[in-house]
Structure formats: C-alpha cells, structure tokens
C-alpha cells in the first residue's frame, strides 16, 4: 500500500528530473466542489459523508490513472498521516481531526494525489520531479476532465471554478515549483530573489508548504491570484520566464563560489559531509541543512562520493514520521536524534539497503 | 523626524520591523501583517497565507462600515457575512450569489484586479446555473431524506442524481 511505503523516494524526490540541480519538484494543484453541496467547512456531517462517497465512487470509476489507492484518513494512525504530510499527499490541516475525509492516490508512483474534505471538496494535484509544470497539469487536467465528464462541478460564468476561499475562484490553479537555493542563500541573495516574487504577486514558502519555515535551503514558489488569468498564461509565465530567471540566478551563484570561492564552498561541503558521516545525534533540521549542502557539493562537482538519489532519499527518510517507519517503532525526541545519525550513516556508507528491502 | 511608518510592500501600517545592512549602512525595513507573513521576516508566521490574503479582504470590507452587512446570509446554507469575515471561508457556492456586491471589490484586490473568469470552461454545464441549481435541490432533499431516515426516498433520490449526472434524463420532477 503506497502511503506506508518507505523504501522509495516520493516521486519529487526522484533525482534527474529536467534542470534538477536547481528545481526539485513541480506540483499544480486544481480546487473543485461538486455542485449542490455546501463546501466542507459549512458541510454537516453527513453531507461530509455523501461527498466522500460521490468522490471515491467517481475517482475509482472514470480511470484517472491506471491505479488509485483510497485511503480513508479517520482509519490512519497519526504517524501513517504524518507520513503522508511528509511525503507532500496531504496537508498539515488535512491529516488533523476526525471528520470524514480522504486521501486517493495514484500506486506506486504517487505522482497524483487527490484531498476530498479539505478546504474543498477535492484538491487535486500532480506531482513531477524537476521543472516539468506542462507535464503536471497534463495530467492533473485530464484527471478533471474524465470526472467532470461523470459530475458538476461548482462554477459560475463570472467567478469560474467556485471553491470555499474566494482567493482561490476562477481556474482554481495553484502552480508551485520546489527549488533548492543554497547558492543564493550563501551568496546573501535570497532577499533580491523573495523581493522579485512579491512584486509579481507570487509567494514564497518554506519546504512544507503554507506557513513552513525554509529549511535546508529548499523554497516554493507559486501563484497566488487565479482568477483572469487561464493556466495556459500562467503555466507559460512560471515555465518559460520566472522559474527559469530564478534557475539562472542560483547557477550564477554556484559557478561564482566554484570560482571565486571555492575554499568556502568546500569548507562548508565538507563540514556537512562530516557530520552525515560522523554525527551521533542529528536534530531533523541539521540533518537537512547537511543534506542540503551535500546536494550542493554533489550538483557543483565538489564532491562525488555519495549519489543525489541518496541525498534525496535521506531527506525524506530523516523526517520524524519516515524515521519511525523504518525503524518499525514509535520513538521519542532523543531516540529519533540517535537513530536519525545512525541511519544517515549506514545509508551513506551503503549499508542501509539491506535496512530498508 | 516624525516619518509616518508605512509598509515596504503595501503603504499599509507596519506590525514588523527588520533591521538589515544595505550598502554597509543599518537600514530599517517595516512590513505589514500581510506582507511579512508573504516575505517570511521578522515574525514567525505559522498562518496559511490564504488565511493572510483573507485578513486584507475582511479588513476591507470592515472598512466599509455599512451595518447593513451584519445580518447579510445566504438562503441556501445559512452562512452570514459577518460569519465569513471571520473565517474568511464561504459555505457553499450560493454564497458567491448572495454576497456578490460584498465579495466584487475584495475579490478583485485578492486577485491583482481579476474580475471575471478567464482559462477552463466545464465542458458540461459551464455557462448555466440551472443545472447546478436542481442539482442542489436534489441534494438537499437527499440529505433531508437520510435526516429523517426516510431511506427508500433517500435510495430513490440517488438513482435520480446518478441519472442526472450521467445525462439519461434532462428534467427531473422534485
């Protein structure tokens, strides 16, 4: 069953996607409510019901993709829903609570993934490793298409897409990118960069998403208008213009530290590598502030002893919920600090397959 | 001297105050709620930023100080104005309807001057309500129907949503 997967990285973790020294993972994500239902914060509870059963019945039937796991969130334990957070299929605020609600995702690759019951009735998304925004909406849109060929969807001619937050009306679409900027951020650049994305209205979050602080490095960046603009446009803009800028600025700043200060970067690509392999105890965000400059040291031919898929997979598995996955128990603070440097070491010194098959 | 403190990014009044170096000279930078929530300075901002955008939108209307608004509610679900203005959300998609004149300015500040919908039309009923509108009522009468544990009405009424929602029949009787 894919959300209790552990042994793989999520697919936006996935090394080689395209312009993957830069750009992590693409997601776009649709919001729709079906018609003549209330949205899900003014749903009684079994009007909450009638929509999971509308949702499963529809997304199971119409072949959004070749298969799809239905997992009903209120029979997770909350590490499972933890891992799911982290693995970026659900929000924090979705894997909370008791009401009714659920997660459908695609098996194995978990490239699309659908909330119903969250802020709207479904929240579907599509994921890819890399900048690959066209591709996800492809399949995001398809997904829409072949249920709404089965169901109405709440729309109005002059708002569109009709969603519970009038902020998110119209095409319903939020487009983000995952980009690791460690370049910028030792170069003192972030603030130009965070600068550039508020005045094209875009926001700019941590690595979790809404309201995260930026750990590692890691930053999205999305839309946050929807209505007046179609996907096309907006797609267009974020594939071909902003992302590609910002791609560019980070790979300035990389080759500018290779050249021009390049004890620096070792120093400080060294000095994490040390603590992956040396540490006894590593706090999660140490553990992916390391992470985040080994990648760097890995992209920028610093160092070439450990693999980006490594690095990528370890930043999911040093994550508290991953971690008591694969340790198969539940832990306390220090432990998981303990066995967190434990597995990070086997798992760079290639003896952590045999933990994880 | 007595400079009016206005945000870096809006003009609105500043909540936050970052101290940064600038060309080797200590420079202070205020920001608003919005805004430094958007930037990430200053403050810690654990709130979604939806919910962010939505505080502009309800400072906005309160703005407006029309006392009309207070006992403003959609018929359909029975959400109130002043309820949204609270939780930014609004109940179902009657709402969009009952607080049109409200939600028209907010919406176009929240939306970089967007007024109307422009990009993907649903292929099946897009340009009508009437659709949306029966089918509401059947699913009204449906959750009322499982209410009173009516459930041969209840079973007979989702035979009539699945036939409307796969075309078989155009007009459905109440």
Not at chain 1, 41 to 68: P, T, W
Not at chain 2, 122 to 144: F, H, I, K, N, V
Request: with cysteine; charged share 25%.
């Amino acid at each position: 069953m894919s959300p209790f997967r552990t042994d793989a990285a999520a697919e936006w973790l996935r090394a080689g996607g395209p312009d993957g020294d830069v750009v992590v993972s693409s997601r776009v994500r649709l919001a729709r409510n079906f018609a003549g239902l209330p949205f899900p914060n003014k749903a009684k509870r079994i009007e909450r019901v009638q929509i999971l059963e509308l949702a499963e019945r529809h997304i199971l039937a119409c072949g959004v993709a070749s298969e799809m796991a239905w997992v009903d969130l209120n029979a997770l334990t909350p590490l499972d829903c933890a891992v799911l957070v982290e693995r970026h299929l659900i929000s924090k605020q979705h894997s909370k609570g008791d009401l009714p609600r659920a997660l459908a995702v695609s098996s194995p690759d978990e490239r699309l993934a659908i909330m119903v019951n969250e802020e709207d009735h479904l929240r579907l998304q599509a994921m890819r490793s890399g900048l690959a925004l066209t591709d996800a909406f492809c399949q995001v849109n398809d997904a829409d298409d072949r249920l709404e060929a089965h169901t109405d969807f709440a729309y109005s001619p002059r708002f569109g897409y009709l969603t519970a937050c009038p902020t998110n009306i119209g095409t319903g679409i939020r487009v983000s990118v995952m980009l690791h900027l460690p370049g910028l951020r030792l170069a003192g650049e972030l603030e130009k960069v965070r600068r550039a994305a508020k005045a094209m209205n875009l926001a700019v979050r941590g690595f979790y998403g809404e309201g995260s602080e930026a750990v590692g490095d890691f930053f999205q960046i999305s839309n946050q208008s929807t209505l007046g603009k179609s996907e096309s446009q907006l797609l267009e803009d974020f594939e071909h213009n902003v992302i590609p800028r910002v791609i560019e600025y980070e790979r300035l700043a990389r080759k500018t530290l290779s050249e021009r200060k390049r004890i620096l970067l070792e120093d400080q690509v060294h000095r994490a590598v040390g603590t992956l392999t040396h540490a006894r105890l590593l706090k999660t965000d140490e553990a992916m502030q390391a992470l985040s400059l080994a990648r760097l040291g890995i992209v920028t031919g610093t160092i070439d002893e450990i693999e980006l898929g490594r690095v990528n997979q370890l930043i999911l598995l040093t994550q508290p919920a991953h971690l008591q996955k694969v340790f198969g128990r539940d832990m306390d603070q220090a432990t998981r600090r303990s066995e967190r440097a434990t597995l990070v070491r086997s798992y760079l010194s290639g003896e952590g397959d045999a933990r994880l098959n | 001297m007595a400079k009016k403190m206005r945000c870096e990014g809006c003009t609105r009044k500043p909540v936050a105050t970052e101290v940064t170096v600038k060309n080797g000279e200590k420079v202070e930078i205020s920001y608003c709620d919005q805004c430094v929530g958007e930037l990430g300075i200053g403050v810690k901002s654990h709130a979604p930023i939806n919910e962010l955008i939505s505080k502009v939108v309800i400072s906005q209307a309160t703005g407006g100080g029309q006392q009309g608004t207070q006992v403003l509610a959609c018929e359909s679900c029975g959400m109130t104005f002043a309820a949204f203005r609270k939780s930014g959300l609004l109940g179902c998609s009657e709402c969009y309807v009952a607080f049109e004149s409200q939600l028209g300015p907010l919406i176009e500040r929240a939306h970089e001057g967007g007024t109307h919908h422009v990009g993907k039309i649903p292929g099946r009923a897009g340009p009508s309500y009437d659709r949306q509108e029966r089918l509401a009522g059947l699913r009204r009468q449906l959750t009322d129907a499982i209410s009173a544990e009516q459930f041969e009405r209840a079973a007979s009424l989702r035979d009539q949503i699945r036939a409307f929602e796969d075309g078989d029949i155009d007009e459905v009787d109440g």
